[in-house]
Every structure is written in structure tokens, then in C-alpha cells.
Nanobody, 127 residues
Framework: QVQLVESGGGSVETGGSLNLSCAVS????????MAWFRQAPGKKREGVAV???????QYAESVKGRFTISKDNSKKSVYLQMSDLNPDDTAMYYC?????????????????????WGQGTQVTVSS
């Protein structure tokens, strides 16, 4: 079983930065693709960034150049550095994990492809 615990959310003003963390517990950590999703009220959950087991990353167009996903295998943790935040980034942010027989599938960042989820951490950006 895999458990994911996010932290680091909060409230910032437009242009500010936040760093999210996701601690992963359980076996087979090295076999999981890790992703960050977000969901704003009344909207569908959307993929923000994903990192494959080999370190390959993919980002949603809306966050490219502003967000960076990374992982520290020694700490079993995944991070999302967010900068130049704007009100459209306001959402609950979720960490997700799963193993993929074909890891390229993870790059599509489809929520249905991930079976393990954290409880979420709220990010609020004020104008």
C-alpha cells in the first residue's frame, strides 16, 4: 500500500512563490511515476506536472516556466516549486502516484491513470 502526504500549501499574493512537498510511504517507491494535480472549485481535476522514474518531466502548458517538479529518492519525496503565482493557480493540489507498464502513458497526466492520492493541500493566490 502507498500513502502520500502533501504539505506546503498556503496563501500568497500574485507573483509569489510556494513549495509543495509530498512524502511517500510504502514499498516500490522507485517504480512509481509521480504527479501533481490540482482542482479548483467547480472544475475538473487537471494534471500540473509529472515525473517519470527516469526523471523525465512534463508540465501543463499553463504552468510551464513557472513550476518545477522534482524528487528525492533518498527521502521518498516529490516536490513542486511554484513561482510567479497568479489567481488562476488557486486550487487544491494533490500528489499522485502509480506504476505504469508503459510510462509514456503517465505523461498524459490523466487522473484516472493514477490509483494513489494524497489528501491535498490548498493553494490560494490573491490579486
Amino acid at each position: 500500500q502507498v500513502q502520500l502526504v502533501e504539505s506546503g500549501g498556503g496563501s500568497v499574493e500574485t507573483g509569489g512563490s510556494l513549495n509543495l512537498s509530498c512524502a511517500v510511504s510504502g514499498d516500490r517507491y522507485d517504480s512509481y511515476c509521480m504527479a501533481w494535480f490540482r482542482q479548483a472549485p467547480g472544475k475538473k481535476r487537471e494534471g500540473v506536472a509529472v515525473i517519470l522514474t527516469d526523471g523525465t518531466t512534463q508540465y501543463a502548458e499553463s504552468v510551464k516556466g513557472r513550476f518545477t517538479i522534482s524528487k528525492d529518492n533518498s527521502k521518498k519525496s516529490v516536490y513542486l516549486q511554484m513561482s510567479d503565482l497568479n489567481p488562476d493557480d488557486t486550487a487544491m493540489y494533490y500528489c499522485a502516484a502509480d506504476s505504469f507498464g508503459l510510462e509514456l502513458q503517465a505523461l498524459y497526466m490523466e487522473p484516472d491513470h493514477f490509483n494513489y492520492w494524497g489528501q491535498g493541500t490548498q493553494v490560494t493566490v490573491s490579486s
